[in-house]
């Protein structure tokens, strides 16, 4: 069964900060690879979507990586700010035999804060 | 485009009262999904459906039912709630192999 642990649960940083969110899982059969912002009482935001056959995606400053092998993936934001504070997910979908349904398995989340 | 709208955003119900959570999608994506997330447990998939008029069970079922009768939408109702249903519900679509794009919730408190 396809675990997903996202280390630490919770993170504080000064402003101006570069950092870096895990997310690991148990079974390397991974189609792709999706990392989530959730604001506090809000839905998620996908920021980006690794398939199983790339090695990283970038967005502005954010940047993903994925390892399969290692069963690893890792969220790089630079220069962080104040409005980077938010609960980062990530999700990995299973791989896509017959009868395809598209399920994602979801981490816990680390709870990030950027201070002024 | 309004993406994925979900309604009602708050709800309190009694225990044994029954509702339905509607979720709308603009996008004309072919997979829908309906899921709980809850403090320390994460989301976790409750119902799915990969194109109108078809659904399946996800990880958590028991208590729910859905439908699908147009491509647009995705219901997800509660016959009789349970205070283990409290949580926030999202809906979320998506177009075959790609990206799910999620509602902005609904908070459920059942008493």
């Known amino acids: 069964k396809q675990e997903v642990t996202q280390i630490p649960a919770a993170l504080s940083v000064p402003e101006g900060e570069n950092l870096v969110l895990n997310c690991s899982f148990t079974?390397?059969?991974?189609?792709?690879l999706q990392w989530f912002r959730q604001d506090p009482g809000k839905g998620l935001t996908s920021l980006l979507l690794?398939?199983?056959?790339?090695r990283e995606q970038t967005s502005g400053r954010l940047n993903a990586s994925l390892d399969k092998s290692s069963g690893r993936s890792t969220l790089y934001i630079a220069a962080s700010q104040p409005g980077d504070s938010a609960t980062y997910l990530c999700?990995?979908?299973?791989?896509?035999?017959?009868?395809?349904?598209?399920?994602?398995?979801f981490g816990t989340g680390t709870l990030l804060a950027v201070q002024p | 485009n309004a993406g994925v709208t979900q309604t009602p955003k708050f709800r309190v119900l009694k225990t044994g009262q029954s509702m339905t959570l509607l979720c709308a999608q603009d996008?004309?994506?072919?997979?829908m999904y309906w899921y709980r997330q809850d403090p320390g447990m994460g989301l976790r998939l409750i119902h799915y459906?990969?194109?109108?008029?078809?659904?399946a069970k996800g990880e958590v079922p028991d208590g729910y039912n859905v439908s699908r009768l147009k491509k647009q939408n995705f219901l997800l109702g509660l016959e009789s709630a349970a205070p283990s249903q409290t949580s926030v519900y999202f809906c979320?679509?998506?177009?075959?192999?790609?990206?799910?794009?999620f509602g902005p919730g609904t908070r459920l408190t059942v008493l």
């Open positions: 979320a679509s998506s177009s075959t192999s790609l990206a799910q794009f």
């Open positions: 459906s990969v194109g109108e008029g078809t659904t």
């Open positions: 996008m004309n994506h072919e997979y």
């Open positions: 690794i398939q199983s056959s790339q």
């Open positions: 999700a990995v979908k299973k791989e896509n035999y017959g009868g395809a349904t598209n399920k994602l398995i």
């Open positions: 079974d390397s059969a991974i189609y792709n």
